[in-house]
């Protein structure tokens, strides 16, 4: 069974990107992403009301990270510390080599290969230093952006689960892709 040891916490770069920890002084920004309808409108969670509900999701990424049960970065631009989204692996399951990637953009960030560039790096880092056997991603069917970025990356449409989560007063799809290690 695998073992993930995330400290030191590994700070991650790209071509135009620095991944980095989530800190409390991200709080605006989460807040700014969590609790924006559009942003939210295929993410399953309820939106942030207030900067102290955005201090409690660092808070509960930071206690994954130092259980070592998920870890979650701070997606950055090289030349802006500024927290533009956030990416990483939960839903880990060790006794599967499986962990479950997720990630969340600004809108004016939308469409640049941000994220695309982020999954890529975070594609390498769970095959070599997680020694995972496959990752997955749980999107809603509508959100066409978040699959093309999967399919560029070389994700596969595994399953189309129909009404299977109770969300926002409704039922509502959700699609699994998977990568397996080359």
């Known amino acids: 069974m695998l073992e993930f040891n ?9 071509e135009r990107l620095i991944l980095r920890r989530v800190t409390n002084d991200d709080a605006n920004a989460v807040f700014e992403i969590r609790s ?3 942003t939210m409108k295929f993410i399953p ?16 990424i930071d206690s994954k990270i130092t259980a070592n049960t ?21 839903r880990t399951q060790p006794e599967n080599y499986r962990s479950e990637i997720g990630y969340i953009l600004l809108p004016e960030f939308h469409g640049k290969g941000i994220v695309s ?6 594609i390498r880092f769970g095959f070599e230093d997680l020694k995972l056997h496959s990752i997955e991603a749980v999107i809603d069917p509508e959100n066409i952006a978040s ?10 449409k595994e399953a189309h689960f129909k009404e299977s989560d109770f969300h926002g007063g409704r039922f509502v799809d959700k699609v699994i892709y998977s990568l397996l290690e080359k």
Do not use: H, S
Not at 45 to 60: G, V, Y
């Open 6 to 14: 995330f400290n030191p916490f590994p700070v991650i770069e790209t």
């Open 70 to 90: 998920g870890i979650n970065w701070a997606i950055t631009l090289k030349d802006n510390p500024k927290l533009l989204g956030i990416i990483g692996y939960y």
């Open 147 to 156: 699959e093309k970025v999967l399919q560029k990356c070389g994700f596969v």
């Open 117 to 122: 560039e982020a999954v890529n790096r975070l």
């Open 36 to 38: 924006n309808p559009e």
């Open 45 to 60: 969670r309820p939106l942030l009301k207030n900067t102290d509900e955005a201090l409690e999701l660092i808070a509960e």
